[in-house]
């Protein structure tokens, strides 16, 4: 046998027995440098006057750990890291200094173990020239999780054509808190539906497990887990007090479509669960994820979380060892676990436990390819970047995404010869406020604002005027705005919040925005939570000056959650919803706005009428009466599953086979088919969204009002229908019991499918 032979090079082998001679030869200190991703990524490189090059911080990071776990954010660009076009890594170079990180660990460590480079992608990459497609709250009104599978598939390749490996995306957050900043990066306040979307996030970007050593794959890190929609006050990262049955119900189903689609990366949240912080707790993200789902994966730790924990261990050894022993096995910039050979020594936490997060992340190495092949191609991000296939798939996913709420005598689509249209508002005009936060410094003239997708489209003349700004008080822009729509036979407003974020703010630790007291119109995003969820500023007096003209308004609403809108909805003839539409999003408003495209979206988060009537999602606990305030209807302004069309469809004849089954046949793996026709009896073509609901009548435990368990989208001619079927299983009828058992339990169920949460057929199945 050659006398160079090393067992964990030797790719014939199976993984696992390289990972254990790797392993086997590795000091304490090597193991903790695998563990760690203290550095941010912008900072391992510098632009100088002969070019770029990795700096001395970069070379003792990987010093410290004679190599490194992983490296974060080598391209991310955005106000918080400072990168913009003069002093970031060029596209086309891209793949050249991702070589070079590698080539200078691999060649300057004992081991010359590969690093992964982990990129933010929650809406698209957030790099120079990354693509960026609908915010989540917007890809979850698709309904369409077969286009968003397609969609992040061009994300993968995107991100791995600049040599990156992993995706940090948010997938797991369910909105049950609109207040809360983040709501933009959540598919809905629905479990089932953001699970869906959650599985094809996956499949797209990871795929299969063999294709992950291709060049067009980066492993999936879903984030986040678990519980962070529920933040007590809306506040960012604010504790989650529920129970494991609401925990199990409404929060965990998406990391567990996320297991089941194969995913390889979880991070951990920021908040607590009944009075356990998710970064140290063994049952979530050992018991739970690990032992009952089979996740083989790694948990990353969020941003510094893991030094959060030193308010209960009391020093940074303590907290270290507390994150691993419960199950986190990378970090992100904290300083504890640079401790980890300390913890140790001290006896805090046995080297058994660093060796079981070392294998999972070196699993990851391997199953990438990097020991075979750590290096890009160097000209691949020229030839995928910005690619005209992703631009019409993101073009899609916009157009699907917005939701029509408010269509008054069919006043839209509008006439293209409409002599004279008046685009007014702070979201008419300013590409930044339609891509949502987590976006990259913009290259100008990239992308399309509402105005300049209008004045595309428009034959007739468009005037354009500002009004006002999303936050600010002042007036000063009304009598601009007024006098356009005057002159004018009708207006289009743009309103909502932003996201934007700009090199006036402030950053917590973990990049956070930091907004109050600094100009900025960000109403949105991490760290930017609300009290009042109406429209900032003085838009909401922009809308009544502008509705005492008499012309009609369509209003067009950009924002990353769902705001209250009761007080413009009857100064409006239209509304159309665009949430933050992305690079594409002037084009498909438009599009819409004219009737090119037929709106498909339908809401995938309730609209509340008012801050003060929260919680208002959907699918509360069924307390056997009418709920309601004496000062306030209960219901939402727009309930869960709406949105209007250009034509009409009609649902009728809902069947289910069998209508009686027995027990013993559920848990056996029998399938239950729901049967309903679908017409489109009006005169334009369109896409309807079927969906199925359940309500378990007789149940050991309270049930909610109607749960969501099916959906289809179809596309529908004018005057043709189709029958949809629809498939209820086991684990769509059973209950976490009053002994937190997963089971189905006699009785009967509605059944009940429509083209909303409200208008509904039912039937009655029975389980005997």
Not at 331 to 358: C, H, M, N
Not at 512 to 538: H, Q, W
């Amino acid at each position: 046998m050659d006398v160079k032979y090393v067992k964990y090079k030797d790719r014939s082998l199976p993984i696992e027995e390289r990972i254990e001679d790797l392993l086997s030869r590795m000091t304490l200190k090597e193991k903790v440098g695998q563990l760690n991703q203290k550095m941010y990524g912008w900072e391992a490189y510098q632009k100088t006057e002969d070019g770029i090059e990795l700096t001395e911080a970069f070379k003792e990071e990987v010093a410290f750990g004679d190599g490194m776990g992983a490296l974060y954010g080598l391209f991310r660009s955005d106000p918080w890291s400072a990168v913009t076009y003069e002093n970031g890594i060029p596209t086309d170079e891209n793949a050249k200094w991702a070589n070079k990180v590698q080539q200078y660990i691999i060649e300057n460590t004992r081991l010359g173990i590969p690093v992964l480079l982990s990129e933010e992608c929650p809406h698209g990459h957030q790099a120079l020239d990354g693509t960026l497609i609908p915010t989540n709250i917007g890809a979850g009104s698709t309904w369409n999780p077969e286009l968003m599978e397609e969609a992040y598939s061009y994300v993968a390749a995107e991100v791995r054509s600049r040599g990156a490996h992993l995706g940090l995306i948010s997938t797991l957050d369910i909105l049950r808190e609109p207040r809360w900043g983040r709501a933009e990066e959540c598919y809905s306040e629905d479990p089932y539906l953001a699970a869906k979307m959650t599985s094809a996030a996956v499949k797209g970007l990871q795929g299969e497990r063999t294709e992950l050593a291709q060049q067009n794959k980066i492993i999936a890190v879903l984030k986040h887990f678990s519980g962070q929609g529920e933040g007590q006050g809306g506040h960012n990262a604010g504790p989650a007090n529920i129970g494991e049955r609401e925990l199990r119900e409404i929060h965990l189903p998406g990391m567990k479509a996320g297991v089941e689609a194969g995913a390889l990366g979880c991070m951990a949240a920021y908040n607590e669960i009944d009075g356990i912080p998710c970064h140290a707790n063994a049952k979530l993200l050992t018991d739970i994820l690990r032992d009952e789902w089979g996740y083989e994966g790694i948990v990353m730790a969020d941003g510094v979380a893991v030094d959060r924990l030193t308010q209960l261990a009391g020093d940074y050894e303590s907290a270290a060892a507390m994150a691993l022993s419960a199950g986190v096995d990378l970090s992100l910039w904290d300083t504890s676990f640079t401790t980890l050979e300390k913890a140790v020594e001290r006896g805090l936490v046995p080297e058994a436990i660093i060796d079981r997060a070392v294998r999972r992340v070196l699993h990851l190495k391997f199953s990438l390819g990097l020991f075979e092949q750590p290096y890009t191609e160097e000209n691949r991000s020229t030839q995928i970047v910005g690619s005209e296939s992703f631009r019409q798939t993101n073009l899609q996913v916009a157009r699907e995404s917005a939701v029509l709420l408010k269509n008054q005598d069919n006043l839209l689509p509008l006439s293209k010869q409409t002599k004279r249209i008046a685009v007014i508002g702070p979201n008419a005009d300013q590409i930044y406020n339609q891509l949502g936060d987590y976006t990259a410094i913009q290259r100008d003239g990239k992308g399309r604002t509402i105005l300049q997708g209008i004045k595309e489209i428009a034959e007739g003349e468009v005037v354009y005027a500002k009004g006002c700004s999303v936050r600010g008080n002042s007036t000063e822009g009304f009598a601009e705005a007024i006098n356009a729509a005057k002159k004018s036979d009708v207006v289009i407003l743009a309103l909502g919040g932003s996201s934007m974020r700009n090199f006036d703010l402030e950053f917590d630790s973990n990049g956070a925005a930091i907004v109050s007291g600094n100009p900025t119109d960000m109403d949105c995003g991490e760290g930017v939570d609300l009290a009042d969820l109406k429209l900032g500023g003085v838009q909401e007096l922009l809308v009544k000056e502008i509705a005492a003209t008499g012309k009609p308004i369509v209003t067009v609403l950009i924002q990353g959650r769902p705001h209250a809108i009761t007080n413009i909805v009857d100064d409006c003839s239209a509304i159309l919803c665009g949430w933050y539409p992305g690079q594409e999003g002037g084009q498909a408003l438009a599009e819409i706005i004219f009737g090119d495209v037929n709106p498909s979206g339908k809401l995938s988060v309730s609209l509340p009428r008012s801050s003060m009537q929260l919680p208002v999602y959907y699918n509360q606990k069924d307390q056997g009466r009418e709920l309601q305030y004496i000062d306030s209807p209960a219901s939402p302004l727009y309930s869960f599953g709406y949105g209007l069309s250009y034509t009409q469809f009609e649902v009728s004849n809902i069947q289910i086979s069998p209508s009686t089954i027995p027990l013993d046949q559920i848990n056996a793996g029998a399938v239950i088919d729901v049967q309903v026709d679908v017409k489109n009896i009006g005169s334009v073509a369109g896409a309807e969204v079927a969906q199925l609901y359940i309500k378990d009548m007789e149940a050991s435990i309270t049930r909610r009002v109607k749960e969501l368990k099916g959906f289809r989208k179809i596309w529908l001619e004018p005057n043709e229908q189709k029958t949809v079927t629809l498939q209820l299983r086991k684990d769509d009828l059973a209950i976490w019991n009053h002994e937190m058992k997963f089971v189905v339990e006699p009785g009967h169920i509605k059944i009940m499918v429509g083209n909303d949460s409200i208008n509904l057929k039912e039937t009655i199945l029975t389980i005997e």
